[in-house]
């Protein structure tokens, strides 16, 4: 079932994730399919990854190696399943790092590859809020990977961040945000630590964050960000103007893409599916010529239609403003071209905005 197709199709934007599902340890909050005792199946694994990859006849406008831990990856695995992948022109290529895994070397090898960008899984830039997330790098790890990023001559580099779990104070999460602002990045990811059912930190409630203390340091990180020229373009998203994140802009635009390897997801046209999630069955199917897919969804129309406004309505495009309900005046402000986006309150409560837009339009 597995055959290149000489000349593939030529489309709109099409992404590529390929899912690397290998870490050294689980953080307590991860519910991602990784595994820390797999490290033996790497090559396997990325030979899968290029088998499955026969399949796909579109041009990939983006490509983003997600995980897991991506750079445990060895370069020359890494780049052979990248090398897999028929690639448009200028096309966006990121891989997920963690700060303690990278080198010179590394990203000498990723350049050469073909990598365009590179995103650090940072969290904090205070130890004692690391080792409670169960990160093992110190912030000294993620200045010696920025420099060597920027040495190499990646131009857009990503700093993600983790906001609001338990011990975490608002000062040490405005150290957190100065020391990264002072690494001079042109993104910046920050996402409220979320309880995912499954994870020790679910079982765990005394560790839940309060939602009034993520507010207040959201609020923080949209000033300090803003501040430090970077724009919001979606709620958990600021860049410098031109380092906005494709990959992630055509999921938030209902976009066509394909997840590679165990675990992924992939969308075509209002179509869902995903793959069986561990990588030694993820493995043998591919070699058995056999199908990965789990499971799918089809969409209908009406569904496809809420679902778009509600990805849309966390972008700085916004919706339209007749598809937003009267009373949402607070929440809401012009976007141009009769569209409205949600003011930074609105972005607090995007999710019960976006539940709203399901509803009988109130203006226009």
């Not at 593939?8 to 934007?13: C, E, G, K, L, S």
């Not at 990939?60 to 448009?88: K, N, W, Y």
């Not at 100065?178 to 409630?205: F, M």
């Given at each position: ?183 001079d990045p042109p993104h910046v990811s ?56 494709r990959h992630n802009l055509l999921y ?113």
């Amino acid at each position: 079932m597995y055959s290149r197709r000489t000349i593939p199709t030529v489309t709109a934007d099409f992404g590529v994730y390929v899912h690397v599902p290998f870490c050294a340890a689980r953080c307590d909050y991860c519910a991602f399919a990784t595994w820390t005792d797999r490290g033996h199946l790497m090559a396997d694994y990325a030979a899968a990854c290029v088998g499955e990859l026969a399949g796909v006849d579109r041009l990939a406008t983006t490509v983003f190696f997600g995980g897991g831990t991506p750079s445990l990856l060895p370069a020359p695995l890494l780049g052979s399943v990248l090398d897999a992948v028929d690639r448009a022109p200028g096309a966006e290529v990121t891989v997920e790092c963690n700060p303690e895994t990278v080198s010179p070397e590394l990203f000498a090898a990723y350049r050469a590859a073909g990598v365009t960008r590179v995103s650090f899984g940072v969290q904090s830039m205070v130890p004692a809020v690391l080792a409670a997330l169960g990160r093992v790098h110190d912030p000294a790890s993620v200045a010696r990977a920025a420099r060597w990023a920027v040495d190499a001559g990646f131009e857009s580099w990503n700093a993600d961040l983790i906001y609001g779990g338990v011990g975490e104070s608002v000062d040490d999460w405005r150290r957190t945000l100065d020391a990264v602002l002072a690494l001079d990045p042109p993104h910046v990811s920050a996402y409220a630590l979320t309880v995912e059912p499954g994870t020790p930190l679910a079982d765990d409630p005394a560790r839940h964050p309060d939602d009034d203390d993520q507010a207040d340091k959201y609020l923080l990180a949209e000033a300090a960000l803003t501040a430090a020229g970077l724009r919001s373009y979606e709620i958990s998203n600021w860049a410098r103007p031109g380092h906005e994140c494709r990959h992630n802009l055509l999921y938030w635009s209902q976009g066509d893409y394909r997840g590679i390897g165990c675990a992924a997801h992939s969308h075509i046209a209002g179509r869902r599916w995903w793959n069986v999630r561990t990588p030694d069955r993820y493995i043998a199917l591919v070699a058995a010529g056999e199908t990965v897919v789990a499971a799918d969804e089809v969409l209908d129309e009406p569904t496809r239609r809420t679902e778009a406004l509600q990805l849309a309505v966390r972008t700085r495009d916004g919706v339209p403003a007749d598809v937003v309900p009267d009373g949402l005046d607070d929440l809401v402000e012009p976007a141009g071209e009769g569209r409205v986006r949600l003011t930074v309150r609105g972005r607090l409560l995007a999710n019960d905005v976006a539940v709203r837009l399901t509803s009988t339009p109130g203006r226009g």
